[in-house]
């Protein structure tokens, strides 16, 4: 299968692969603020394997629609592999997917700690009971930081499918 040419890429074979094992996908989104939904539904016919996303940007919204607990953000934060692990999880029992794929980061310009520095990203995913988060730091601009979110939430959720069997 062909990547686009847009720099994204890696939707179309995502798309192929829930289409393959039969896979219904949800996305939770924070600092990607509905990008990586944005970008599956660039794929026709995606619909039948994506029906609902969530952005949670603000700590209430992570409680509220994804179950993410309170105490994990008092103690973690919302930019932890912590919230992001509940983030997938709680997506993927709130829209009744087999998968879930989510963000949570610092896309800047502001905001960012020396321990918690803009461009800080935890990309988590949640596949048939399997959950896995990754730390990135990117670098750039707003826009270049979530972009870069974008491609790497594709790019695992791509991955964690190719290990599912059909």
Known sequence: MEMIKDGIGYEFEVAKLLEQKKLHVTTAESCTGGLI?????????????????YVTYSNQAKEKL??????TLEVHGAVSAETAEEMAEGAAKAAGADVAVVST?????????AEKP???VYIGCF??????????IFEGDR???????????LLLLKTMLEKVDA
């Open 37 to 53: 939904a944005g970008t599956l539904v660039n794929v026709p016919g995606i619909s039948a394997w994506f029906g609902e996303g």
């Open 66 to 71: 994804l179950g993410v607990s309170h105490e």
């Open 105 to 113: 980061g610092i896309a800047g310009p502001d905001g960012g700690t």
């Open 118 to 120: 803009v461009g800080l």
């Open 127 to 136: 596949c048939k009971g399997t959950i896995r988060v990754e730390k990135h």
């Open 143 to 153: 826009a270049q930081v979530r972009t870069q979110s974008v491609q790497a939430a």
